[in-house]
């Protein structure tokens, strides 16, 4: 381990890489990102695979706070960013297709959805997020494509590496398939930024920190942790009925939160460090409704243990 005295990493004075700061430094002002909802199913639903989904995913998609799907891109994207402006008058955006796997369709749909989406005034990049199995060579090439004119980011759920864990939460797909996914994204240069949860049920604290070491050691750009905030119209809730699982606490979960980043390269930009959902639908942890207390919270352990994102990247890293 590193000495308690070493220079203190900060971006914009936080003591993690955040996406604000990032985002700021590349485009010169505030940027925010614009949920769309595409209209798009998923192989975990369709019945390609599966048609119950991931167990934690909602009947949205992780889509519960984009646009209304049965509007336009046009639409959605007038409509979202007419709210952003009432607590922020000037920006640019980031067309972020969010809700359900927004890779899985015909190519000529996807090209004509993604370019709508970048036709938008002020929009200065696209966020795909999307299955790791639902990137086909066409796909690939399309997105190469995007990426060559405009700043573009793709995500990709990986939420654990555990197979067990993997299995219940009815995901089938595994941490291989994350890792081929990658690499075929990484070959065309194109950014990723990984997703995990933080609390599924059965994970220890250990088994959840090997999560995020795995990750440290890929070539990622940018990661979403999130915290399992279980919703009543996910499969999950009604398993949780059934048989009760443990919700992480407010001070395990910033914690947790805490191992992740000091292992982590202070390079990666971190979108994300809580997961949060809308009111009527939680079902917990009841905490999980202040988001930003719990930034704050994260941004006061991080002093309190004195410490900071990739503080351990090397020496942990190295030795894994």
Known sequence: MKPDN??????GGKRYHSLNYFLRGKFGHKVFKISLDAGFT?????????TGGCLFCSAAGAGDFAGNRGDS???QFAEVTATMHKKWHDGKYIAYFQAFTNTY?????????YYKALQQPGVVGLAIATRPDCLNTQVLDLLEEIKAQTYMWVELGLQTIHKKTADYMNLHYNCN?????LNNLRSRNIPVVAHIILGLPGESHVEMHQTGEWLAKRSIQGLKIHLLHLMNNSQLALEYKNRPFHFLTQNEY???VIDCLEILSPDVVIHRLTGDSPRDLLVGPAWSLNKWETLNYIDQRLLERNTWQGKYYNTRITAL
Do not use: H, K, Y
């Open 177 to 181: 398939d994350f890792q081929m996914a």
């Open 6 to 11: 070493e220079t203190v990493r900060e971006w």
């Open 73 to 75: 891109i046009s639409q």
């Open 42 to 50: 998923c192989p975990n639903r369709d019945g390609t695979l599966s």
């Open 254 to 256: 910033v914690d947790m």
């Open 105 to 113: 369709a015909p190519v000529s749909v996807l090209r004509e959805l």
